[in-house]
């Protein structure tokens, strides 16, 4: 284990833990509302921070953020850093953020290769092992083995964390080519399969002999549309205070955006402020109540989520939530395959510098 001076670059999933904290007190618990959302995004800077910040402090419910990549592709408007190097920037960006939304992070660790035209070309690549940016173990690509890959990953995330909802900035449907990012598409073509999947006992059920991994049916998935059409099942106001923090969620929305230095967001991030998200509802479970019409909450009519205790324990601890953390442990076993990343870390003698492979 190596103590790690730059804020968490290397987890899978994110997770800081105060030295010597016991578990969070009860009245923390039961005030957690019983309910979990899950966002999927392809990048860093995708996922949608206003309606994740808006159930974490509005409606107090656990708010996951699970993005498929580490943004390793993208260009940086910053620095120089590129392609390992910016991903272990944009992770921390994101753990910043986070701090902010008051969610936890979980990454996928599938390859930013740079921009795709088509969701089959983003399976293809993901398909294979990468030993860093440019190097794969090997040259065969499949779309069908990758789009199988990805679903297994999310899969067995679903299985752990138990969202009631999950919902995507990215087109379930849309996926002709030139469409929209090709990673994008197969972040939301792997959203619609993984959705039922992870309720079927045939689907990797040697997933279900880990700890804590069990069947586990989403009641909905949602796409949230970026104006309203008229065509929106529900109307989120993540204008609306949040209510431990005195602010609009939407202004905590923008602060944590203006995290995302490298892609110069800290410029722009004003720009994506708005008082309503709108979605569209995609999939529901087959015994899910009917979405109420005119709602203004993606889980209008869900049961309690009947795991709320377990898993607001944990998430309130393990995220680091509770406490501002300035320094995590890492655990070489779910580092970042390919990653090289210079790093200053204390073994726990006078802090030296050096290149990490991991």
Not at 91 to 97: K, Q
Not at 250 to 278: C, E, I
Not at 313 to 337: F, I, K, W
Request: glycine fraction near 8%; hydrophobic fraction near 40%.
């Amino acid at each position: 284990m190596h103590r790690l001076l730059l804020s968490a670059v290397l987890l899978f999933p994110l997770v800081a833990c105060a030295q010597g904290e016991g578990p969070p007190p009860a009245s923390d618990v039961d005030e957690v509302r019983p309910l979990v959302v899950m966002n999927l995004a392809a990048h860093p800077d995708d996922e949608d921070g206003l309606t994740l910040t808006y159930y974490r402090h509005n409606q107090n419910a656990v708010a996951y953020s699970v993005i498929y990549t580490r943004g390793e592709g993208g260009q940086n408007e910053a620095g120089a850093e590129l392609y390992e190097r910016l991903g272990a920037i944009r992770t921390e960006e994101t753990e910043r953020a986070a701090r902010i939304l008051g969610t936890q992070v979980y990454f996928l660790n599938f390859y930013d290769f740079g921009y795709s035209k088509h969701a089959r070309e983003a399976f293809a690549e993901w398909s294979r092992p990468r030993v860093g940016f440019w190097d794969t173990d090997d040259p065969i690509v499949s779309a069908e083995a990758g789009r199988e890959i990805v679903t297994e990953r999310l899969v067995r995330l679903i299985r752990t964390l138990k969202p009631n909802v999950l919902f995507t900035n990215h087109d379930t449907s849309t996926a002709w080519p030139r469409a929209q990012h090709g990673q994008h598409q197969a972040v939301g073509i792997s959203a619609y399969d993984a959705f039922a999947l992870a309720a079927d006992p045939a689907y990797h059920p040697e997933q279900l002999e880990e700890d804590g991994v069990d069947l586990w049916q989403p009641q909905r998935l949602f796409l949230r549309r970026f104006s309203s059409d008229g065509t929106h099942d529900v109307a989120v106001p993540v204008g609306d205070p949040c209510n431990d923090q005195g602010v609009p969620c939407a202004d905590l929305g923008v602060q944590a955006a203006a995290q995302h230095v490298s892609q110069g967001f800290d410029k722009f991030a004003p720009r994506f402020r708005r008082d309503t998200s709108y979605f569209r509802l995609y999939r529901e479970a087959p015994n899910a109540p009917p979405l109420p019409a005119g709602t203004n909450d993606l889980a209008a009519g869900l049961a309690p989520n009947p795991h709320i205790g377990a898993i607001a324990a944990s998430y309130l601890l393990d995220s680091g939530r509770r406490t501002p953390m300035l320094e995590v442990q890492t655990n070489p076993g779910v580092a970042v395959p390919g990653q090289a990343v210079t790093l200053r870390w204390t073994p726990p003698a006078t802090p030296s510098e050096g290149t990490v492979y991991v």
